[in-house]
């Protein structure tokens, strides 16, 4: 079993910054790799960012690339993912997933299918 317990969603303005957290439970963590989805009110859930088990690989959907980054450190089992000039656009429930397979391309990672274990989410909502 695995536990995932996203923190640091808020209100901000348009062009600030957020970075959200999400601490993992249950198994080694270093056992999986990370990634994190979002959904807004009336859309389909959608990629947003993932990071394989050591970390050596990064994905980013086209939509936050250059303004989001995904990080994480394994000794204290919690992934990041900093949000830099936030839109409007980026309002939703961020939500991460955790992947017990292993994944090594964009299509594997940005595949909300290939996660195993989900967070509660956290909300985001940027104002404009």
């Known amino acids: 079993q695995v536990q995932l317990v996203e923190s640091g969603g808020g209100l901000v303005q348009a062009g600030g910054s957020l970075r959200l957290s999400c601490t993992a439970s249950?198994?080694?963590?270093?056992?999986?790799?990370m990634g994190w989805f979002r959904q807004a009110p009336g859309k389909e859930r959608e990629f947003v960012a993932a990071?394989?088990?050591?970390?050596?690989?990064?994905y980013y959907a086209d939509s936050v690339k250059g303004r989001f980054n995904i990080a994480r450190d394994n000794a204290k089992n919690t992934v990041y993912l900093q949000m830099n000039s936030l839109k409007p656009e980026d309002t939703a429930v961020y939500y991460c997933?955790?992947?017990?397979?292993?994944?090594?391309?964009?299509?594997?990672?940005?595949?909300?299918?290939?996660?195993?274990?989900w967070g509660q989410g956290t909300p985001v909502t940027i104002s404009s």
């Open positions: 997933a955790a992947d017990l397979d292993y994944y090594s391309d964009y299509k594997t990672a940005s595949s909300g299918n290939e996660y195993d274990y």
């Open positions: 990071i394989t088990r050591t970390g050596g690989n990064t």
């Open positions: 249950g198994r080694p963590f270093s056992s999986y790799a």
